[in-house]
């Protein structure tokens, strides 16, 4: 019995963090694909935290990119499993 609840232990870590590595992957896709339509480059995307948001687990990832090639700026994503939620960037001002 006790071997049969290790088992059963070990195959829940392994999905829980194939799960957390899939939605890693997802992020960073898809943020690529945001920051090309938004004209920005993308510099690097981490997980920030886990969040419930309206009775839901929310994966809070942020992202740096830069929209004029001289400043960075850090913008937020939540995740709920593999869909998007929400995206938040922050107001970005212009050099002149």
Known sequence: MVELLGLLALFVLGAVVWQMRRQSE?????????CKRQQFQLLSVYRYRFCM????????????????????????????GVQVVDVSVPVLRENL
């Open 53 to 80: 948001r309206k009775g839901r687990l929310l994966a809070h990832f942020r992202f740096e990119f830069s929209h004029d090639g001289v400043q960075h700026n850090e913008g937020d994503v939540w995740l709920a």
């Open 26 to 34: 997802f992020a960073n896709r898809w943020l690529v694909h945001y």
